[in-house]
């Protein structure tokens, strides 16, 4: 007489539970990629900026003789980050005193964008951030200061 043997029942149980636990690491491994891919980006735009507010204060060390040209050059530089042109600050530090000449310093302050809506699911969004850049002033320039 030839016996048949039946499979333990509980074979299609471990296949669900594995489906299930497949699905929650997944999530978390989703949801981790795209924090990255975000934070790559955030940093991107973040370099993109500190570059423009460094371009700028050089190009202010050399002189300025437009704000409006100035503040639209930095806003090109900084390709990566959302730059608004008329945003760019511009201010002479007077160290000798008899306002700003050669020797003082100058600062270019850039503000942009984080953009983080990428993970939004997560709670995160966009938020402003800004970065500056100095150098030591060579030659001034007809304008000052931008604001």
């Known amino acids: 007489m030839v016996r048949l043997r039946l499979a333990p029942l ?30 790559g980006f955030a940093l991107y735009q973040q370099q993109s900026a500190l570059h423009a507010a460094r371009e700028g204060a050089r190009l202010a060390a050399v002189g300025v003789s437009s704000c409006t040209i100035f503040q639209n050059e930095v806003a090109e530089r900084g390709t990566g980050a959302d730059i608004p042109a008329g945003d760019v600050t511009l201010a002479y530090t007077d160290i000798n005193g008899g306002g700003p000449g050669p020797g003082d310093s100058v600062t270019v302050t850039v503000p942009f964008e984080i953009n983080l809506s990428i993970i939004g699911f997560l709670g995160f969004d966009s938020f402003d951030a800004s970065q500056k850049g100095t150098a030591r002033v060579e030659q001034v320039g007809t304008v000052t200061a931008c604001s």
């Not at 299609?12 to 975000?38: H, K, M, N, Y």
Request: no cysteine; aromatic share 6%; net charge negative.
């Open 10 to 39: 509980h074979g299609d149980a471990d296949r669900g539970a594995a489906a299930v636990e497949f699905a929650l690491v997944s999530t978390l491994l989703v949801s981790l990629l795209l924090g990255i891919i975000a934070f």
